[in-house]
């Protein structure tokens, strides 16, 4: 079997071939009249009018017949059938010859229905635009090697129509939530992704230097304080689809470089939050998917009618039998011994009893879940519980184990937030390493004033593998992180 590189010199034969007849390989645009969807929608009234159509897209599939050739295209709306023949083309069906799987073309000529019913493009003018030297994969094997899909988008689209499907989907569901959220009144905004300070969340960031201003910046790991600097500013109702990035670890459902959107609402609490996303939702899977009831890696989930609420604590001692909120350091640490939980790198009482909440309970919620009112001191961000003030007002919404948003009533008063920043220096001086540094900036603008406000973060890229059934983040990105070769 011929070799890549015997493929490409006898494509660079071909290409050399046509530029010797005076034709440039790579023009500069061509006219389009209609896509393949389009002629096929349009087939009768084309045909009955003679219409001359011009379309264009990449070749497919080649079957030579003598003096006639069938070719199929594919462009972004569907493929088409084209046919050439020597009677029509004269002298030019000789470029023909010239072409490849993989090459795209552009053509001219009329509809016409082949004694087989399929409608094809009788051509009268050829017209290569952009000669392809390395051939596609096998069109019956595709791309089977799955980090080469990753690794190599552009074939695994050219191949799979289910890939190119997918990040449809992916759009129309980014525009579902920017089209929802506008419509009630909030605004869409933009917000550093370099920042001087990174916070909003427990995560290592990517650092930086900037040369002129010879000071160092973050990528962000949040967009949570700016945006609540522009609750400060009145803007009261605000929205970011924001690309943040955390130094962490990869897997099925983390990337480095992931999409966020975050929402805040003025005078609203936490309560109005988990109204919002779960009527968002619900109404998002019925636009997208025709219907609230899905199945996601063999498990049917519900996603209408009301999402259960249950309190964090009460669960946790449901599904490890021990009264883990009244344990001391020393307590649980023995606990997280005996049931090899690793809390290695864990510092503090919250975040230990968070890893054995991720560890012991998560894996139990299978339809859509608000766990609410989680311990303060793995939340500086968020208002003490108006009724119990070792929790704050939170919720975690999980669906079948993973989570999907992360909410607050959020704090509001600036001498309380710097206690709880203080707090969180302590634990970094202790090894916390995930812990935000001390923000001057977003404690001043607290001073003058930030009125009650809910918040809520919601990962784009795990809604979106929900909706289209995808096992892994690195689906549902169009180019996940990898490992250099």
Request: proline share 3%; aromatic share 8%; with cysteine.
């Amino acid at each position: 079997m011929a070799g890549i590189n015997e493929f490409r010199e006898q494509r660079l034969k071909k290409m050399d071939a046509l530029i010797e007849k005076g034709i440039d390989p790579y023009p500069y645009r061509f006219d389009i009249t209609h896509t393949t969807k389009e002629l096929l929608e349009n087939q009768d009234t084309l045909i009955k009018d003679k219409t001359s159509i011009a379309t264009a897209g990449r070749i497919m599939l080649m079957r030579r017949q003598g003096k006639t050739t069938f070719i199929k295209i594919k462009d972004r709306k569907g493929i088409i059938q084209l046919y050439l023949s020597i009677n029509i083309l004269k002298d030019d069906y000789e470029n023909v010859k010239l072409l490849d799987i993989g090459d795209i073309i552009g053509v001219k000529g009329e509809i016409f229905i082949t004694h087989r019913g399929e409608t094809t493009v009788a051509v009268n003018e050829l017209t290569v635009l952009s000669k392809s030297l390395l051939p596609l994969p096998e069109k019956y094997h595709g791309i089977q090697d799955i980090e080469l899909k990753y690794r190599k988008r552009h074939l695994d689209l050219i191949m799979n129509d289910e890939t190119k499907n997918l990040f449809i989907r992916r759009r129309d569901i980014i525009k579902f939530i920017r089209n929802y959220l506008d419509a009630i009144d909030f605004i869409e905004v933009e917000t550093p992704v370099l920042q001087p300070k990174y916070g909003g969340a427990f995560a290592r960031p990517f650092n930086t230097h900037h040369n002129t201003l010879d000071m160092p910046l973050y990528l962000r790991i949040s967009d949570e304080l700016y945006l609540k600097r522009l609750i400060v500013g009145g803007l009261e109702r605000v929205y970011e689809i924001a690309r943040d990035f955390r130094n962490e670890g990869i897997d099925k459902t983390h990337n480095p470089e992931f999409t966020m959107i975050e929402i805040y609402q003025a005078y609203a609490d936490y309560n109005d939050m988990m109204n919002l996303v779960q009527d968002m939702v619900q109404k998002m899977t019925i636009d997208i998917i025709g219907t609230t009831k899905i199945n996601y890696k063999g498990e049917d989930i519900e996603l209408g009618g009301e999402w259960e609420r249950i309190d964090y604590y009460d669960t946790l001692e449901k599904y490890t039998s021990a009264n883990i909120k009244e344990m001391d350091i020393k307590e649980l640490k023995i606990f997280c011994e005996n049931h090899k939980i690793d809390i290695e790198g864990k510092i503090g009482k919250g975040k230990i009893i968070d890893e054995i909440f991720k560890v012991m309970v998560e894996k139990n919620i299978k339809n859509p879940t608000f766990v609410m009112n989680q311990p303060k001191e793995i939340s500086p961000l968020a208002k003490l519980h108006r009724d119990d003030k070792s929790k704050v007002e939170r919720f975690e919404l999980l669906i079948l184990g993973t989570e999907y948003a992360n909410a607050f009533s959020e704090l509001n008063n600036p001498l309380e937030q710097r206690e709880r920043f203080e707090y969180q220096m302590t634990l970094r001086k202790e090894g916390e390493m995930e812990i935000q540094e001390i923000d001057e900036d977003y404690l001043e603008a607290m001073e003058y004033g930030m009125p009650p406000t809910g918040g809520i973060g919601i990962g784009v890229d795990r809604l979106v593998m929900l909706l289209t059934g995808s096992d892994t983040i690195k689906d549902v990105l169009l180019f996940p992180l990898l490992k250099s070769k």
